[in-house]
């Protein structure tokens, strides 16, 4: 009987409770209360191109970075591969626009996750590379730069093979000889863009007042920004001008306690003692007398050189006087006359 009981006890109760909870279904229905209804997730639109070569893509294996010899033989490797490359004639001048130390460690970030070391996490090698217009040709010329390094190195052979087959998988992203990653990087933005809204802001914008409205809140967002930058840079300036205006007040403050204390000391000997007298100066040297030059005198004349002998200064007696002299020869022949030949037959008046 007392089984019966709690039966019956335990029916009446269940009944009474779905009584209640109809009741309280028709009171809400009343209401015009409503089921929720679930929110649709935008769907997601994968990166074709990070899926294609993004990191992990042109793996080599898990323990080359091991057996190449860790990360002094990597630094060293991509070392001297970039600097034979920016000595090389004909794609050196191409390195002139890089810092070459944060491109070398770029580039042993990315070979260390891909041989086996800590994964890498920066952009794929089509991203970090499209905008350098790099040829096959380069590549070629990286190429042999690498084998070169290998055996300069004395890389083992298996990990030699290994490593050039993975630098040789990087050709195509970096390349992109037929731009095939540049456009499927094109249609996913595309995707991406539609799916947030065709305006890329991330979330569905239907009217262009919405747009509008996000732009503006977005450029007071940058402003915002700039203006609190602007304030930090104006306040560290501030306090460093502060800072050396502190540094230069103690620095004048213990100069003058110092002056003041040698001044005192300097008055209290002054007291103390009886002043010294003043040596007398050194008599002044007396210069010494020069002695004149002596002068020189001229030679007198000799009136001889002029004598005129008539026997010795006349020509010789046997010179016809007749005979024209040289100059009277030259200067007969420089007369536009019919030459010498004519001279002689008939001289030039």
Same mark, same amino acid.
Request: with cysteine; hydrophobic share 35%.
């Given at each position: 009987?007392?089984?019966?009981?709690?039966?019956?006890?335990?029916?009446?109760?269940?009944?009474?409770?779905?009584?209640?909870?109809?009741?309280?279904?028709?009171?809400?229905?009343?209401?015009?209360?409503?089921?929720?209804?679930?929110?649709?997730?935008?769907?997601?639109?994968? =990166?074709?191109?990070?899926?294609?070569?993004?990191?992990?893509?042109?793996?080599?294996?898990?323990?080359?970075?091991?057996?190449?010899?860790?990360?002094?033989?990597?630094?060293?490797?991509?070392?001297?591969?970039? =600097?034979?490359?920016?000595?090389?004639?004909?794609?050196? &001048?191409?390195?002139?626009?890089?810092?070459?130390?944060?491109? &070398?460690?770029?580039?042993?970030?990315?070979?260390?996750?891909?041989?086996?070391?800590?994964?890498? =996490?920066?952009?794929?090698?089509?991203?970090?590379? %499209?905008?350098?217009?790099?040829?096959?040709?380069?590549?070629?010329?990286?190429?042999?730069?690498?084998?070169?390094?290998?055996?300069?190195?004395?890389?083992?052979?298996?990990?030699?093979?290994?490593?050039?087959?993975?630098?040789?998988?990087?050709?195509?992203?970096?390349?992109?000889?037929?731009?095939?990653?540049? =456009?499927?990087?094109?249609?996913?933005?595309? &995707?991406?863009?539609?799916?947030?809204?065709?305006?890329?802001?991330?979330?569905?914008?239907?009217?262009?007042?919405?747009?509008?409205?996000?732009?503006?809140?977005?450029?007071?967002?940058?402003?915002?920004? +700039?203006?609190?930058?602007?304030?930090?840079?104006?306040?560290?300036?501030?306090?460093?001008?502060?800072?050396?205006?502190?540094?230069?007040?103690?620095?004048?403050?213990?100069?003058?306690?110092?002056?003041?204390?040698?001044? %005192?000391?300097?008055?209290?000997?002054?007291?103390?003692?009886?002043?010294?007298? +003043?040596?007398?100066?050194?008599?002044?040297?007396?210069?010494?007398?020069?002695?004149?030059?002596? +002068?020189?005198?001229?030679?007198?004349?000799?009136?001889?050189?002029?004598?005129?002998?008539?026997?010795?200064? %006349?020509?010789?007696?046997?010179?016809?006087?007749?005979?024209? %002299?040289?100059?009277?020869?030259?200067?007969?022949?420089?007369?536009?006359?019919?030459?010498?030949?004519?001279?002689?037959?008939?001289?030039?008046?």
């Amino acid at each position: 009987s007392r089984c019966s009981g709690s039966e019956s006890y335990s029916a009446g109760e269940a009944s009474a409770g779905s009584e209640r909870h109809l009741g309280a279904m028709s009171d809400d229905a009343a209401q015009g209360a409503q089921p929720a209804v679930p929110k649709q997730e935008k769907p997601k639109v994968v =990166n074709p191109v990070l899926k294609a070569i993004g990191p992990g893509t042109t793996r080599a294996s898990d323990t080359l970075f091991e057996r190449m010899g860790g990360e002094q033989k990597l630094d060293e490797f991509v070392t001297v591969v970039y =600097n034979s490359m920016r000595a090389d004639k004909e794609i050196g &001048k191409q390195f002139a626009r890089f810092r070459l130390e944060k491109l &070398k460690d770029r580039t042993v970030d990315y070979l260390r996750g891909e041989w086996g070391g800590d994964p890498y =996490n920066g952009s794929d090698l089509w991203i970090a590379h %499209s905008h350098l217009g790099v040829s096959s040709h380069w590549y070629d010329i990286f190429m042999k730069y690498s084998v070169e390094t290998c055996k300069k190195h004395k890389i083992p052979k298996q990990e030699t093979d290994e490593m050039l087959d993975s630098l040789e998988k990087m050709r195509a992203p970096i390349v992109d000889a037929g731009l095939k990653y540049k =456009n499927m990087f094109l249609k996913y933005s595309a &995707k991406l863009a539609e799916a947030s809204g065709g305006d890329g802001w991330g979330d569905y914008a239907a009217t262009q007042k919405e747009r509008d409205e996000k732009l503006k809140q977005t450029l007071a967002q940058i402003q915002k920004q +700039k203006e609190e930058e602007m304030m930090k840079e104006e306040m560290r300036k501030f306090e460093e001008m502060d800072a050396l205006i502190q540094a230069r007040l103690a620095e004048a403050k213990a100069a003058q306690t110092q002056s003041g204390e040698t001044t %005192s000391t300097t008055a209290s000997s002054t007291t103390a003692a009886p002043k010294a007298a +003043k040596p007398k100066p050194k008599p002044k040297p007396k210069p010494k007398a020069i002695a004149p030059k002596p +002068k020189l005198e001229k030679p007198a004349m000799d009136a001889s050189m002029f004598a005129f002998a008539p026997l010795e200064d %006349s020509p010789p007696g046997d010179l016809p006087s007749s005979a024209p %002299s040289g100059s009277e020869l030259l200067y007969r022949l420089s007369r536009p006359c019919l030459g010498y030949s004519a001279f002689k037959a008939a001289p030039c008046s």
